[in-house]
């Protein structure tokens, strides 16, 4: 049974480029989430999927920044034009809402640099 | 809003001593969840220990024990007999509880930075 995986690990970009990043959850787990984790600073929620549907956005997350799951399966975070301010770890979470409802396994992130 | 306070940015506690991390939060609910989550360096954030609000009963996992003050507000973590790989920076968090697929977020505390030292 393997954890939740992220890809890729680091991306270094230059202000006003697109990024994409993306989660895999553990298989078969059905709830989805995304986290920011800037330097100094516990993550803060950005989004959730629950299979295909996004069910919630946080304030945080600008016109600037979309997500999907497609399938219910794997999810993409996108970044349009980042900023300076857009640098910070992404964290996906993954869990179920039957076996264990509130417990969230993490991903090892994925560190973006905007340069 | 509800938000969860950790005023000790660094620790540190000589192995196998015992050293607690403070956590303080506020929320109007009554039915919630509350963790410690501990994030090594470079690696992944795992769950240490959770606590369900209804439960006046501390929650322990091994080596880890909870103190959990409801009307406080206060949930600290007690690590026992500190291990080296202890080492990492400890969050800690609350979700509310909703039903029927609602979103369970966590909202994270600034996390404190436990060293231990050999």
């Known amino acids: 049974d393997t954890g939740v995986s992220q890809n890729p690990r680091h991306k270094i970009t230059k202000r006003g480029q697109n ?16 986290y920011r984790q800037t330097l100094g600073q516990g993550p803060e929620f950005l989004t959730y999927f629950q299979n295909e549907a996004q069910l919630e956005k946080s304030r945080l997350l600008s016109d600037r920044f979309s997500a999907e ?35 969230q396994y993490f991903g090892p992130g994925t560190r973006l640099t905007v340069t | 809003a509800q938000t969860v306070t950790q005023s000790q940015p ?62 406080a507000k206060s949930f600290s973590l007690k690590i ?23 979103t369970n977020k966590l909202i994270f505390g600034t996390g404190t930075l436990l060293a231990v030292q050999p």
């Open chain 1, 19 to 34: 990024v994409t990043f993306r989660c895999d959850p553990i298989s078969e787990h059905n709830r989805l989430y995304w």
């Open chain 1, 69 to 103: 799951r497609p399938k219910g399966s794997f999810s993409t975070l996108e970044i349009q034009r980042t900023e300076q301010g857009d640098s910070a770890m992404y964290l996906c979470a993954s869990g179920t809402s039957w076996d264990s409802p509130y417990e």
């Open chain 2, 80 to 102: 026992s007999d500190s291990q080296l790989g202890d080492t990492a920076m400890y969050f800690c968090a609350f979700m509310s509880v909703y039903y029927g697929g609602a």
């Open chain 2, 10 to 71: 660094e620790m540190s506690v000589q192995e196998a001593e015992t050293v607690t991390l403070s956590c303080t939060y506020d929320t109007s609910e009554n039915n919630y969840y509350l963790f410690w989550y501990k994030q090594p360096p470079s690696r992944q954030m795992i769950l240490v220990i959770r606590q369900e609000a209804y439960k006046q009963q501390n929650a322990t996992e091994n080596r880890f024990s909870v103190n959990f003050q409801k009307a």
